[in-house]
């Protein structure tokens, strides 16, 4: 669905860009395809896809209780600005000693999302790359919500957001779907891009690789997000919008200026998706290298 919806601007984007070069029978049968077919066609790739979790949060201080509540439910409707974030880890199935992480922070309504590595879950390094993230969102940022992890639940982020007239609230403990956007976001970009591999000492490759991973998912990826759930008897069906890339969904936005507006439509101008993503894999390879050195499995699935 979302491969359907983005083909066209794709299409154009590579032929704007001197990047493709279509037999117009070609690209006609490609702009008729339906998405089941992309999904038939595709099905073999996708399943050389199958994603592992390795969740290694530890529980905050007393100060959680400082901290309010915000579940699943309460995120409906929010304007541009209120964040999601998280950790991921890169220690290759072994969680002794230290290994790098990657803070992950997603805008909720308009899927936008930032990544930085830091060079462990220390809050002093996490509050650090906090600061920088929320300075690359093309919004004001209003709120920042996090799990129940030591990381995020301490006194420098409190003060840090009070200071900031920030919003911070924490989801409850072991209930992911509080924290959902952000989650998924962990998957579909830091663990489809960077792996499973064990990560000590990349922090500088893996903020290399983000720098452009934010431009390609951000300005070429397509979201699609759930507006509405059906119940039948015990079957519940989820219903989603149009697929469209954050960058379309900030753009769409009636919250965000004009200024902000156009200056991204003139950066959106200079990107060249095909540059973007030669870049973005060879700085993968580099990682996997890297991570081999380590002898920890290197479980990579390439960024669409």
């Known amino acids: 669905m979302r491969l359907a919806a983005v083909l066209p601007e794709a299409l154009r984007k590579l032929k704007e860009c001197a990047e493709l070069r279509l037999e117009r029978v070609v690209e006609e049968k490609l702009l008729r395809m339906s998405p089941r077919t992309m999904d038939r066609l595709l099905s073999n790739d996708r399943k050389k896809l199958s994603l592992r979790s390795t969740a290694r949060t530890r529980p905050g201080t007393l100060l959680k209780h400082r901290v309010p509540v915000k579940t699943f439910e309460q995120w409906k409707d929010v304007a541009p600005g209120f964040l999601q974030s998280d950790c991921v880890g890169h220690d290759g199935g072994n969680g002794s000693g230290e290994f790098n992480q990657t803070l992950d922070m997603t805008d909720v309504a308009t899927t936008w999302t930032e990544t930085r590595a830091v060079k462990n879950k220390a ?48 989801s409850r403990a072991a209930r992911k779907n509080d924290n959902a956007y952000v989650e998924q976001k962990n998957c579909s970009i830091v663990r489809r891009a960077v792996g499973y591999g064990q990560h000590e000492d990349d922090q500088d490759i893996l903020n290399s690789l ?44 009636p919250c965000v200026a004009q200024a902000r507006k156009a200056n991204l439509r003139a950066m959106y101008a200079t990107l060249n998706v095909v540059s973007l993503k030669k870049e973005i894999t060879r700085l993968q390879s580099v990682l996997i290298r890297r991570a081999a050195r380590h002898g920890t499995p290197v479980l990579h699935h390439e960024v669409a």
Request: positive net charge; hydrophobic residues 40%; charged residues 20%.
């Open 210 to 253: 983000y720098r452009l991973l934010r431009l390609y998912t951000n300005f070429f990826m397509p979201t699609m997000k759930c507006v509405a759930r059906t119940r039948y008897g015990s079957r519940t069906t989820r219903h989603y919008d149009r697929p469209q890339t954050p960058y379309q969904r900030v753009v769409a936005s």
């Open 123 to 170: 809050h002093v390094w996490v509050l650090e790359a906090i600061k920088t993230l929320l300075g690359q969102f093309p919004f004001p940022v209003k709120g920042i919500h996090s799990d129940s992890g030591g990381e995020f639940i301490n006194a420098a982020l409190i003060r840090f957001c009070e200071d900031e007239a920030l919003a911070f609230t924490r």
